[in-house]
């Protein structure tokens, strides 16, 4: 039986947390994490800047029109996504339906989707280790889908669904999951986690026609692999495609004013794209708040794209949380950080200075792994400027407008038979807060005497 509009919204139910009927409009939620936008008719449609969260799917007027008179989908449907890949993937499975998703963005943060009208009666390797898990809780077992993002957070579910600690268990993690293709089909062995007997757990596995080796010892885990072929007749996103058309020319909202380019290799940028698909990703007001600064999207990992500002919506909207971080100074300037994956001796994270003549690179801040919110912080008096670094956070004086600081590269040693000449952007000292490498935020407080980090 062909999939319906019924399908649909059965399975951004089970996303959303709320009931969707998306024959209708569709209200916000503003305790939930998703923004669904249904019917998009408008070419400069944002929807980080129409939507209240980080996570959204929306499709046009066009996709829209594969349901018929009874919705029933007679086409393929495209989709366009932002947010949690695993989520959209496992709860689609759970309602039956396969779905064809590919990432346009790192770290599988954004692409496309299709929905194809055979999409509820295909099977895949996740499909079949879901029924897999089902039969393992009807044998007393806990079997948890996605439990956490690693290792010992599933262990932490594991024992908040347990009936006794003796309890046999198995599970797959968040990174576990990215075995997955975007059909549902492993590309690779996975690795699910257990204790109790392996073999009373393989059981259900072998069933559902996985190749399965099972560990001869408790610290190993037990390995699957597929042994099917995927799913026939599921459309690509070409195919989808097709049948999109040019929506209506953009709103009364101001055009697009920039670019201001903070990039270090230029040549790599593509020009700004405002078509369909193309997202907001950062967002910041103004300190006039008649103007927000956005990037569109990185482009790869050696650039991303320029910075771009337009008027601020009447009235202003909500943002969306940047992947990188900009701080307002009292004379104007705004301080941007920004992520270089392609810089050398990880040298990633990249502090420049926004005035109206131009972008300037100040300097750049040893960081092997750079986090995707709050890396630099301003004091109020705008004399201190605090940047993420491993294991804790530099302090360095904010330099007055036309200066430049140093890049301080911790694995390279210099030999000095003098002392260097002061500069404005000196590093003053770096503390540390004692963890291990990660992704760090920092923060200072208004007065300058309180760091966090």
Not at 129 to 156: H, K, N, P, Y
Not at 316 to 334: E, I, K, Y
Request: one cysteine or more; a neutral charge; glycine letters at 6%.
């Amino acid at each position: 039986m062909p999939v319906t509009r019924a399908d649909l919204d059965r399975w951004l139910t089970e996303l959303t947390g709320d009931p969707i009927h998306s024959a209708g409009p569709i209200t916000p939620n503003r305790m939930g994490w998703w923004d669904l936008f249904p019917r998009v008719s408008q070419a400069d449609f944002n929807p980080a800047i129409a939507g209240m969260h980080d996570n959204f799917i929306w499709w046009t007027v066009h996709a829209d029109a594969a349901f018929d008179a009874e919705n029933v989908l007679t086409r393929p449907m495209l989709l366009h996504w932002k947010g949690e890949r695993v989520s959209m993937q496992l709860n689609a499975a759970r309602c039956g339906l396969t779905l064809r998703l590919v990432s346009t963005e790192r770290y599988d943060a954004a692409g496309l989707a299709v929905l194809s009208p055979n999409a509820n009666d295909r099977t895949t390797d996740l499909s079949r280790l879901l029924d897999a898990f089902d039969a393992l809780r009807q044998m007393r077992c806990v079997a948890i889908e996605d439990a956490g993002i690693t290792q010992s957070e599933g262990w932490t579910s594991v024992a908040e669904t347990q009936e006794h600690p003796n309890q046999n268990a198995i599970f797959w993690h968040s990174q576990g999951h990215d075995s997955f293709d975007g059909l549902g089909m492993l590309s690779r062995t996975m690795h699910l986690y257990w204790r109790g007997s392996a073999r009373a757990l393989a059981q259900p596995l072998k069933k559902a026609g996985f190749q399965v080796t099972i560990p001869t010892d408790k610290s190993t885990s037990i390995q699957i692999a597929s042994s099917h072929t995927p799913p026939d007749g599921i459309a690509t996103i070409e195919e989808a495609r097709r049948w999109e058309r040019p929506l209506r020319p953009a709103s009364l909202q101001t055009p697009h004013a920039g670019p201001l380019q903070i990039v270090a290799h230029s040549s790599n940028v593509s020009a700004p794209d405002h078509a369909p698909g193309k997202f907001v990703e950062d967002l910041w007001p103004a300190p006039s708040e008649d103007r927000i600064f956005y990037r569109l999207r990185y482009s790869d990992f050696n650039a991303v794209d320029p910075l771009q500002f337009q008027e601020r919506p009447k009235p202003p909207l909500p943002g969306n949380g940047a992947p990188v971080t900009m701080r307002w100074l009292s004379d104007g300037r705004a301080l941007i950080a920004w992520i270089d994956y392609g810089a050398a001796d990880d040298l990633k994270l990249v502090v420049s200075s926004w005035a109206e003549d131009g972008v300037t690179e100040l300097f750049r801040q040893f960081n092997t792994h750079p986090g995707r919110h709050s890396q630099i912080d301003v004091d109020a008096a705008a004399e201190h400027i605090v940047i993420a670094r491993p294991r804790g956070v530099a302090v360095r004086q904010v330099g007055p407008p036309g200066s430049t600081g140093r890049t301080n590269n911790p694995r390279v040693k210099v030999r000095r038979k003098r002392p260097r000449s002061p500069n404005p952007w000196d590093e003053l000292k770096v503390i540390s807060n004692g963890t291990d490498e990660g992704y760090p935020i920092v923060a200072i407080s208004r007065n300058g005497q309180t760091l966090l980090c």
